[in-house]
């Protein structure tokens, strides 16, 4: 895959995580998430379904040009996100029972994990560095 292909996977990704992450949000914090239309739910399922794909490929694509250098910039993206944590707990302390905890964590849960597994390899082809192809020998 060529780095110009790489950077524009890895946009694209980082697009669709961000919509698909609005959803467990917004589902969360709305106080009747019933009312939403039928097709919110349809759309939610749809982009998530979407971004599961996305996210391995670029996984399976990029992990092997995964560097000393990347994992400490991954390292530190974790760092700052390591905080949504207290965040969440901030929502729970201030709002915990208007919040729709059963939509709003399993949703953010699944979609950090992903981004956590991820991340050092989507930075190698956001970078748009060029990967070895993989020989398909044994520990490849």
Known sequence: MTSRRGRQLAVVTAIVFVISSIFPVAAG???NPESFPRWWGILDVVIAFTLAPL??????RF???????IELAAYRVYRVLINAILVLLV????????VRWTIFLPGLAWRGWLLFYGLPAWIVALRGEPVAPSSGGPGD
């Open 91 to 98: 929502i729970f302390l201030l709002g915990g029972d208007r």
């Open 29 to 31: 914090l709305s106080g």
């Open 63 to 69: 992990e092997r040009g995964v560097t000393t250098d």
């Open 55 to 60: 996210a391995i490929v670029i996984a399976a």
